[in-house]
């Protein structure tokens, strides 16, 4: 099976040309809310913009305060067995070649099927304003190995998880109850979907950037997908609060946890400021993540590459912090389309680096819909990261890596063509950690098909 996807990949690759349309609709306008419900959590903060063809997995919901309000269904919720719920379907190809620096220099080709739903409690014989989400994902495939490169990040967010370089399969289930403005999500939920939920970047691998330090920076306190439960509450003097609490240990291919909040507790709170530069949108955000567990486990920072028992460097030591600043700002806005635009964002975090594996991390970058008038669902993007780890860990790991900061550039552009396909080139360069290391080069190309 996996021999059979890898090829058919290819060929949709391969075959993908204009030739299917030139019929594009423009994206749709920003939610404060996409597949988990809560909007401003994680890895970034902000709002939901569906890719073309693709409905926010909370649009169901937003359907039913809609109706509630007075105005009416959209057409295509009429007559549906399950009106107020919302499912959708991706299927994404990537294939990455490696064009300078140490390691394995074959191309690699992966993919990833991805199931979103969200059944409105309405649906279901529940009451209002309850929903239950789902994310199923299955991965197959290859991508860059991070052996031999050098690289602490990994170079494709998507193909990372659930299990790189092998067939894997997750599902994160989670219920949403919201309360007016403000919404509640417990259950097991997939961090990553939310790196992808903000108005400008929109990016979670899948679509935009594909490095993990563009697409979810890291936080080292937030395995991928968590147990626990976040709390969104919109405050009347514009603010946004967002409060999480979670299991320190990876929810990923993971049905139940073994012991919830046996080895301590995750959590974090952020505050987020809708601003309007010269009539732009945008939004700043101050975010503190914690944890109370002592020293950290690899397994549990899957997106982290180093050497085996790393671990084992900061076991002594319990509890760390990381805090970030993070902005978001249009610098052009469509006047007959305000979702559309081109925006410049970046962040900048400070970490507490024993016991926690980092020092400080950044980035920078600009993004966005290109203005060209016959190409309205296109996207590019352009931006620089960096990160730096812990002294203790550079220390401990000295005489066998000699470890510095990883920094690199990601281009990438997205041909729509039709409304259910959207093809990527993408071009990174990565200076690795690893001093002894080579500076690599990779070259990209993504077919993503939503259903």
Do not use: C
């Not at 919720?77 to 294939?95: A, H, M, V, Y």
């Not at 296109?378 to 220390?395: H, I, K, N, P, Q």
């Amino acid at each position: 099976m996996n021999i059979f996807l890898r090829r058919f990949g290819y060929l949709l690759l391969l075959a993908s040309t204009p030739a299917f349309a030139d019929d594009h609709s423009p994206l749709a306008g920003p939610s404060l809310d996409r597949k988990t419900g809560t909007g401003v959590v994680y890895f970034a903060t902000g709002n939901d913009r569906p890719g073309p063809g693709e409905r926010s997995a909370s649009s169901a919901v937003e359907d039913t305060l809609a109706r509630e309000d007075g105005i009416p269904q959209p057409e295509a919720t009429r007559g549906r067995l399950l009106p107020d719920s919302d499912f959708s379907l991706s299927w994404t190809n990537f294939l990455t070649s490696p064009v300078a620096g140490d390691g394995d220099d074959r191309a690699r080709l992966g993919g990833k099927f991805d199931g979103y739903a969200t059944i409105a409690g309405t649906d279901i014989g529940l009451w209002t304003g309850l929903s239950v989400n789902a994310h199923a994902e299955f991965g197959y495939g290859r991508t860059v190995e991070p052996q031999g490169t050098g690289m602490l990040l990994p170079v494709n967010t998507a193909l990372a998880f659930p299990r790189l370089n092998d067939e894997g399969f997750d599902l994160a289930l989670n219920i949403t109850q919201r309360f007016g403005d403000a919404s509640l999500t417990v259950g097991k939920i997939n961090m990553i979907d939310n790196a992808g939920s903000t108005p400008i970047v929109r990016s979670d691998g899948r679509e935009g950037f594909q490095n993990i330090a563009l697409a979810a920076p890291p936080t080292f306190t937030t395995p991928p997908s968590i147990f626990g439960a976040l709390l969104r509450i919109p405050t009347t003097a514009g603010p946004i609060v967002t409060l999480g609490i979670w299991d320190p240990h990876t929810a990923v291919r993971r049905a139940l946890p073994d012991d919830l909040f046996g080895d301590g507790v995750n959590g974090m709170a952020m505050l987020t400021q809708p601003v309007n530069v010269r009539g732009k949108r945008g939004f700043q955000s101050l975010m503190l993540s914690w944890t109370t567990e002592r020293g950290f486990d690899l397994n549990d920072l899957p997106y982290l590459f180093l050497p085996p028992d790393s671990d084992v460097l900061f076991r002594e030591a319990r509890g760390g912090y990381i805090a970030r600043y993070q902005f978001q700002q249009f610098i052009w806005q469509d006047p007959d389309d305000p979702s559309r635009g081109v925006g410049v964002f970046g962040q900048l975090s400070y970490v507490d680096d024993n016991p926690l594996p980092g020092n400080w991390s950044m980035s920078l970058g600009i993004t966005g819909d290109p203005r060209i008038a016959s190409r309205p669902a296109d996207r590019f993007g352009v931006a620089y990261f960096r990160t730096s780890m812990s002294e203790v860990l550079r220390d401990g790991v000295a005489p066998i890596v000699n470890l510095g900061d990883e920094q690199g550039i990601e281009a990438f552009y997205s041909f729509a063509i039709g409304n259910n396909l959207v093809l990527t080139a993408d071009a990174q360069v990565i200076d690795p950690a690893d001093r002894s290391r080579s500076t690599a080069a990779f070259l990209g190309a993504r077919a993503r098909v939503t259903f």
